[in-house]
């Protein structure tokens, strides 16, 4: 075992990663990504999630077999003490497990977390995000900075944004912001934070050629946006092979009354 360093503990805080509940974040990010391996989003390494649970948050490591991790692989950190840490690049984890890096996601999980409060962000690398990603960037610039989608049901499964309550409707447009993607994982931080200030109500920003960050307030609600942006995106994909436009002017209907 790797000696402790400043912040950690003399037994490394390995009881912050054992508990017996199945929901503990320990627990849970191995198991989710067990689940999101079989869905394409998390293999040969690629993709992630992370969760925070008041000021704690709950990192992968870097370069593993996302879908074969165990709870005591888990890197636990927390924000106030990284928020006090005179070098913000330098992160201060609680716990750390031998012989492993923390994944290269980490600042931008933690963009997510302290930026818009989120309590759990995942990042795949599905084929859907990265090839609704190509279709943009073949409409030319100008025309592939964002994802836009309308009058489709799978659309009332996103919060209508940042501290707003209640979900987006049948007939509103979904809006997703797209940066580019960087040699290097970390480099994408600014950008992420970039695209949050201008669309301060997303809860995903695609990267292109790469895939997709999606967060929510909770693992639910991460889980379940995620799901229905991965549906969207694969049927746009399918919609553009068809000559579908993605967005459509369809007027609201007023049931009859009797
Ligand atoms: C297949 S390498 C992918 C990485 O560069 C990165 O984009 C990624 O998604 C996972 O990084 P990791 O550091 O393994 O958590
Ligand atoms: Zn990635």
Known sequence: MTPPTDGQAADNNDHLVRSDNPDHPANLIPSLCAKFWKLGWVTGTGGGASIREDDLVYLAPSGV????????????????????????????????????????????????????????????????????????????????????????????????????????????????????????EEDLTEFLEEAMVKYPDTYAVLVRRHGVYVWGENVHKAKTQCESLDYLFQLAVEMKRLNLPWITDIEPTTPKKS
Not at 109 to 131: D, N, P, Q
């Open 65 to 184: 077999q996302k879908e074969l991790m165990k709870p005591s692989d888990i890197y636990v950190l927390s924000l106030t003490a990284q928020a006090q840490s005179l070098s913000q690049r330098q992160r201060v984890y609680l716990r750390r497990p031998a012989a492993h890096k923390p994944s290269q996601c980490t600042p931008l999980f933690l963009a997510a977390f302290t930026r818009r409060r989120a309590g759990c962000c995942i990042h795949t690398h599905s084929h859907w995000a990265v090839l609704v990603t190509l279709l943009l960037e073949a409409q030319g610039p100008g025309n592939d900075r964002e994802f836009r989608i309308n009058n489709i049901e799978q659309i009332k499964g996103f919060g209508r944004g940042f501290e707003k309550s209640g979900n987006l409707g049948y007939h509103d447009t979904l809006v997703i912001p797209v940066i580019e993607n960087t040699a290097h």
